[in-house]
């Protein structure tokens, strides 16, 4: 499994600590800062040989084709330029298994235009570097990206509104959610 963006290492530890002692889990962020939080907290868990970290940009991954089973990102997908999500969508594409999925959180703009909102995007245009995410349009980036949705809820952070989105390839044999996921 991989998280892009992984941040301070909260969802990595999480995911080391569910993934079992058979199976790996990677870690890319483009901040040197983040890197060394999330080996203070996973060396504290007891988990530093069964994640490694990379500093890279999700725009150009630096893994082989059809590596993972799962790619993550929370929060990250809505970090990047809109002309640059496609191309991280597509990297996601590369690394993942023909039958893997893309799990994303992600603050999302397809609730409309409530106050909030509105604010919200007006701090992101006045203050980026402190206000740094901003509301896209998750399900709408997916599908365009040639991914096919499994799963998706809406749901509300400090009163925005976000998505969380289970995807997988478009060209899966297994296209339509059952009622079991």
Request: one cysteine or more; proline letters at 6%; a negative charge.
């Given at each position: 499994?991989?998280?892009?963006?992984?941040?301070?290492?909260?969802?990595?530890?999480?995911?080391?600590?569910?993934?079992?002692?058979?199976?790996?889990?990677?870690?890319?962020?483009i901040s040197t800062g983040m890197a060394k939080v999330t080996r203070r907290r996973l060396g504290k868990a007891g988990h530093t040989d069964r994640v490694e970290l990379c500093r890279g940009d999700g725009v150009?991954?630096?893994?082989?084709?059809?590596?993972?089973?799962?790619?993550?990102?929370?929060?990250?997908?809505?970090?990047?330029?809109?002309?640059?999500?496609?191309?991280?969508?597509?990297?996601?594409?590369?690394?993942?298994?023909?039958?893997?999925?893309?799990?994303?959180?992600?603050?999302?703009?397809?609730?409309g235009e409530s106050l909030l909102l509105r604010l919200y995007e007006w701090m992101h245009r006045k203050w980026?570097?402190?206000?740094?995410?901003?509301?896209?349009?998750?399900?709408?980036?997916?599908?365009?990206?040639?991914?096919?949705?499994?799963?998706?809820?809406?749901?509300?952070?400090?009163?925005?509104?976000?998505?969380?989105?289970?995807?997988?390839?478009?060209?899966?044999?297994?296209?339509?959610?059952?009622?079991?996921?």
């Open positions: 499994m991989l998280e892009i963006g992984f941040g301070t290492g909260r969802c990595l530890k999480r995911i080391a600590e569910r993934l079992g002692q058979r199976c790996s889990a990677y870690g890319i962020d150009s991954l630096p893994y082989c084709d059809d590596s993972f089973d799962v790619v993550f990102m929370s929060f990250t997908l809505e970090l990047f330029n809109t002309s640059e999500i496609p191309g991280v969508l597509s990297e996601v594409k590369r690394v993942l298994k023909p039958e893997g999925r893309l799990g994303i959180v992600s603050m999302s703009k397809e609730d980026p570097k402190y206000v740094d995410c901003r509301p896209i349009y998750p399900e709408l980036s997916l599908k365009c990206a040639g991914y096919k949705i499994r799963s998706k809820e809406k749901a509300r952070l400090l009163g925005l509104p976000i998505e969380i989105i289970i995807a997988c390839q478009s060209n899966s044999d297994d296209l339509e959610p059952s009622s079991e996921q």
